[in-house]
Antibody, heavy 131, light 106 residues
Framework: QVQLQESGPGLVKPSQTLSLTCTVSGGSISSDSYYWSWIRQPAGKGLEWIGRIYSSGSTNYNPSLKSRVTISVDTSKNQFSLKLSSVTAADTAVYYC???????????????????????WGQGTTVTVSS | DIQMTQSPSSLSASVGDRVSITCRASQSISDYLNWYQQKPGKAPKLLIYATSSLQSGVPSRFSGGGSGTDFTLTISSLQPEDFATYYCQQSYNTPGFGGGTKVEIK
């Protein structure tokens, strides 16, 4: 039973860098079948995907946050991390880490199609940006 | 960027009602569409992936359909534990979520 747990400071000052870590237990972060994602949710609002990393270190980021986001992986510790720079009050949110799993694949005429979904989530951690 | 738009943003329904939620993509995403359920104070839970495939353990009263740009999540007979907020998410390229639909008790 894979579990994810976010950790990091709950309070960050404006203009500083938010740093969070997600620890994966019960499974390997190095598996070929998964991306590892960060998602956030301001209080009372919807979900915003921040970015993801593959075990190889390959990353994808939300274009709206790309200039401020860095996601990294430490396979030796079975962890992946989020850094968000130059934070403002607008970055105050619950931050979730999630496993984005390859749930289904198919092929047609030598083309391959892969279907991913976020099937395991951490419990979330609240980060407040305030001086 | 693919924009995902859900409607309605909220709805009121009674136990036993059939409920449908719509999700529209700003461009075709084929069938790369997932649905999540989120209850207050909890992380989202994957319900449906690839438009219509039920995630393991999800009750069969949940179903999904659609293709291209228009998708639907249907709950055939609403149960007390189904009152929650539902999000669609496209997995066609870098992920993106819809704004959510809150299902409330009438």
């Amino acid at each position: 039973q894979v579990q994810l747990q976010e950790s990091g400071p709950g309070l960050v000052k404006p203009s500083q860098t938010l740093s969070l870590t997600c620890t994966v237990s019960g499974g390997s972060i190095s598996s070929d079948s998964y991306y590892w994602s960060w998602i956030r949710q301001p209080a009372g609002k919807g979900l915003e995907w921040i970015g993801r990393i593959y075990s190889s270190g390959s990353t994808n980021y939300n274009p709206s946050l790309k200039s401020r986001v860095t996601i990294s992986v430490d396979t030796s510790k079975n962890q992946f991390s989020l850094k968000l720079s130059s934070v403002t009050a607008a970055d105050t949110a619950v931050y979730y880490c999630a496993r984005d799993s390859l749930l289904y694949s198919t092929s047609y005429l030598s083309n391959y199609y892969y279907y991913y979904g976020m099937d395991v989530w951490g419990q979330g951690t609240t980060v407040t940006v305030s001086s | 960027d693919i924009q995902m738009t859900q409607s309605p943003s909220s709805l009121s329904a009674s136990v036993g009602d059939r409920v449908s939620i719509t999700c529209r993509a700003s461009q075709s995403i084929s069938d790369y569409l997932n649905w999540y359920q989120q209850k207050p104070g909890k992380a989202p839970k994957l319900l449906i992936y690839a438009t219509s495939s039920l995630q393991s353990g999800v009750p069969s009263r949940f179903s999904g359909g659609g293709s291209g740009t228009d998708f639907t999540l249907t709950i055939s007979s609403l149960q007390p534990e189904d009152f929650a907020t539902y999000y669609c998410q496209q997995s066609y390229n870098t992920p993106g979520f819809g704004g959510g639909t809150k299902v409330e008790i009438k």
